[in-house]
């Protein structure tokens, strides 16, 4: 890209009110000094891995594969494809996935209704990828695949081919994306995983860059 023009932020803010996926550790922000006694303003953060936009590494679903450093950088940094499946009411199908001609190495993020629905509540009818629609992704062999909710299976399946069959090939999964500002079309992305080691996922901030107005 010769000239960037244009910077969608397409993270979940962070806050005390940001949804986490039920069980999982809420975002905490305390005040844990202050001016002027205590000499500066510092917070004391609580989260769980998998809070707001963040990268799922191969182990938070396949016991014994890699840990979040797995990954190399090149897989978060790059051009990338916003695909709308906004026709979808329940769940981005493997024909849907096929009518949008994917190619081998491609970074993919898949808009839905969820972005229009919003992020203020959770909704255990959000929108996800389908078991098959992920075999699909994993055969093509996407670089990345990323979705508007906190989750990327359906809540409550015991189907988890959506983690193990993208896991399985190391192609990481971003998930908590707000995609409501941005049209389908081709986009250069940001979303590089803060440097947490050893775990099974972390926090992203995920941007979208492009050189039209
Ligand atoms: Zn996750």
């Known amino acids: ?94 024909a849907s996935l096929e009518s949008k001609n994917i190619q081998k190495g491609e970074r993919v993020l898949a808009k839905t209704k969820n972005s229009n629905m919003g992020f203020e509540s959770f909704r255990p009818d959000y929108i996800y990828l389908s078991g098959d629609g992920a075999e699909y992704l994993a055969e093509i062999g996407v670089a990345l695949f990323g979705i508007d909710y906190i989750s990327v299976k359906q809540r409550g399946s015991k189907d988890n081919r959506p983690h193990i069959a993208l896991l399985s090939k190391k192609i990481p999964i971003v998930e908590g994306l707000n995609l409501k500002d941005v049209s389908e079309g081709e986009y250069f992305l940001s979303c590089v995983p803060l440097k947490f080691s050893g775990i099974d996922g972390a926090p992203a901030r995920a941007i979208l860059m492009s050189n039209n107005n």
């Not at 205590?38 to 998998?50: A, E, P, V």
């Not at 594969?65 to 940094?77: N, Q, R, Y």
Request: proline content about 7%; charged content about 20%; overall charge negative.
């Open 1 to 94: 890209m010769e000239k960037i023009t244009k910077i969608i932020d397409i993270s979940l803010p962070l806050t005390n009110d940001t949804i986490v996926y039920p069980g999982n550790v809420p975002v905490t922000i305390e005040n844990h000094a202050h001016l002027p006694d205590d000499s500066s303003h510092l917070s004391k953060i609580t989260m769980g891995s998998h809070s707001g936009t963040h990268i799922d590494a191969p182990m938070h679903a396949i016991e014994g594969a890699g840990e979040i450093d797995v990954f190399p950088l090149e897989a978060f940094v790059g051009p990338c494809r916003v695909l709308d499946f906004d026709f979808e009411n329940v769940e981005i199908t493997r």
